[in-house]
T-cell receptor, first 112, second 116 residues
Framework: DAKTTQPTSMDCAEGRAANLPCNHSTISGNEYVYWYRQIHSQGPQYIIHGLKNNETNEMASLIITEDRKSSTLILPHATLRDTAVYYCIVRNDGGSQGNLIFGKGTKLSVKP | GAVVSQHPSWVICKSGTSVKIECRSLDFQATTMFWYRQFPKQSLMLMATSNEGSKATYEQGVEKDKFLINHASLTLSTLTVTSAHPEDSSFYIC????????????FGPGTRLTVL
C-alpha cells in the first residue's frame, strides 16, 4: 500500500500557484519524498524529490515540514499543461525497497 | 537526456494471441527496467522488475508464465503478454534506471493494449 495520503482532486486558476499537499506521517528517516505527475494517457514524469531540506528546480518547489510528516509541492505559475494526476511517493533509496509504489494521487485541473 | 521509448504505442489483438511490447532506453544504459500496468481510472501497479541478464522478479499476483519479460541488453526489455484475454486490456508502462533501482526511474510513454 502507498504510504502517502493526498486529496483526490484540486482546481487551480491558470497563472496562480498550485499547492499540492501530501501526508506521510509514517515516513522513516531514510525515506525520500518523490513527486511524479501523469498527464492523461502518458507515462509518469519525474518532478522533484527531497529528504528533509526544501528543494527547488525548474519545474516546482518541494516544501517538507520539519517533522517530515507532510510535504507540499508548489507549481509557482500553473498553466493548462500542468493539468495531470500528481503522485506523492515515499521511497527508500535502497535495494528493492527503492521501488516506486503509486497511490491514487491528486488530480489537478488548471482552469483558464 | 534519459529518454525511454515504448513500441507499439497501442495495439489491438484477438483473444488468445500473444503480444510483445518493447521498452528501450535511448540515451543511457539501463541496468534495471520495471514494468507497470494501469487499469482505467486506477494508479500504476508494479508488475515486475528486471535486471539485464537476469530473470525478472515478479510482484505477488502477477503470473510469470503469462507475462514473459526479457531484458537481454542494457537498452532493451520486452514484455510478452501470452494468450491475451480481454481482462489483460490495460495501459502497460515501462521505466528504466541506470542502477539497481536506487536511482531515478525514467518512464516510457506507455502502450495501450486492447484485447477483443
Amino acid at each position: 500500500d502507498a504510504k502517502t495520503t493526498q486529496p483526490t482532486s484540486m482546481d487551480c486558476a491558470e497563472g496562480r500557484a498550485a499547492n499540492l499537499p501530501c501526508n506521510h506521517s509514517t515516513i522513516s528517516g531514510n525515506e525520500y519524498v518523490y513527486w511524479y505527475r501523469q498527464i492523461h494517457s502518458q507515462g509518469p514524469q519525474y518532478i522533484i524529490h527531497g529528504l528533509k531540506n526544501n528543494e527547488t528546480n525548474e519545474m516546482a518547489s518541494l516544501i517538507i515540514t520539519e517533522d517530515r510528516k507532510s510535504s507540499t509541492l508548489i507549481l509557482p505559475h500553473a498553466t493548462l499543461r500542468d493539468t495531470a494526476v500528481y503522485y506523492c511517493i515515499v521511497r527508500n533509496d535502497g535495494g528493492s525497497q527503492g521501488n516506486l509504489i503509486f497511490g491514487k494521487g491528486t488530480k489537478l485541473s488548471v482552469k483558464p | 537526456g534519459a529518454v525511454v521509448s515504448q513500441h507499439p504505442s497501442w495495439v489491438i489483438c484477438k483473444s488468445g494471441t500473444s503480444v510483445k511490447i518493447e521498452c528501450r532506453s535511448l540515451d543511457f544504459q539501463a541496468t534495471t527496467m520495471f514494468w507497470y500496468r494501469q487499469f482505467p481510472k486506477q494508479s500504476l501497479m508494479l508488475m515486475a522488475t528486471s535486471n539485464e541478464g537476469s530473470k525478472a522478479t515478479y510482484e505477488q499476483g502477477v503470473e510469470k508464465d503469462k507475462f514473459l519479460i526479457n531484458h537481454a541488453s542494457l537498452t532493451l526489455s520486452t514484455l510478452t503478454v501470452t494468450s491475451a484475454h480481454p481482462e489483460d486490456s490495460s495501459f502497460y508502462i515501462c521505466s528504466a534506471s541506470w542502477s539497481s533501482g536506487n536511482d531515478e526511474q525514467f518512464f516510457g510513454p506507455g502502450t495501450r493494449l486492447t484485447v477483443l
